[in-house]
């Protein structure tokens, strides 16, 4: 199956700092979400981004499929904006299911 | 608008004893449904999926079952369960149409002692 690479495992940052989470990838994928897990454990959908770019507000994502890999920045961070952070990937050209394969995640802790 | 419900939200159960988790969909139709299990600190798992009333694909052996009785409920059962079950359960939809797009409900935090 596909594996899925996140780093760095832990991210501590002062409020206000960017950073920049990354994801690999060991196969070409149709498929890539990005999700953050607040303390209480929900997974919020951030961005659905196969290939390309996409920003909302102050995250943005970029992924480049030939090179497997994608970016997840986030600018002037806020203490809300702690948790985990997954990526997710599959292969659905030859199901009717979206399967997926996550990442063991990227923490991140932002201090006031 | 689509949403997802999943209880109970925690439950502690002894070893051997039977285990029902139930996940249903509002707002949408033949929705694909997922469940996942998350272990301490890791990514999620995918367990089960289908794509319509019974029909339930396996992804991994394990101790568990699903099923999925209408269009919009999903089940996650046991009949004995054991330590090794204890984890975060969390179910998952996606629309026809836009297969690959996955919403996660609340989860389920499951303690086997």
């Known amino acids: 199956g596909i594996q899925v690479e996140q780093s760095p495992p832990d991210l501590i940052l002062q409020e206000g700092a960017n950073s920049t989470l990354r994801c690999n990838f060991s196969?070409?994928?149709?498929?890539l979400q990005w999700f953050h897990q607040n303390p209480w454990g929900q997974l919020i959908n951030l961005f659905y981004?196969?290939?390309g770019t996409k920003q909302n507000g102050r995250l943005s994502a970029t992924t480049v499929a030939t090179e497997r890999y994608s970016l997840l920045y986030i600018s002037s961070s806020q203490t809300t904006d702690s948790g985990v952070y997954f990526c997710?990937?599959?292969?659905?050209?030859?199901?009717?299911?979206?399967?997926?394969?996550f990442g063991d995640g990227t923490t991140l802790t932002v201090k006031p | 608008s689509q949403t997802i419900h999943q209880w109970p939200a925690t439950l502690v159960q002894p070893v051997g004893s039977p285990l029902s988790l139930e996940c249903t969909v509002e707002g949408t139709s033949n929705p694909n449904l997922y469940w996942y299990r998350q272990a301490a600190g890791r990514g999620l798992q995918l367990l089960f999926y289908?794509?319509?009333?019974?029909?339930i694909s396996s992804e991994v052996p394990q101790n568990l079952s699903a099923s999925r009785p209408q269009d919009r409920q999903f089940i996650l059962s046991s009949k004995k369960l054991l330590l090794s079950d204890s984890g975060f359960y969390l179910c998952?939809?996606?629309?026809?149409?836009?297969?690959?797009?996955?919403?996660f409900g609340a989860g389920t935090r499951l303690s086997v002692l």
């Open positions: 998952a939809w996606s629309a026809i149409i836009a297969k690959n797009i996955q919403y």
């Open positions: 981004i196969p290939s």
């Open positions: 997710a990937v599959g292969r659905s050209w030859d199901t009717n299911a979206g399967k997926s394969t």
């Open positions: 289908s794509v319509g009333i019974g029909q």
């Open positions: 196969d070409s994928v149709n498929n």
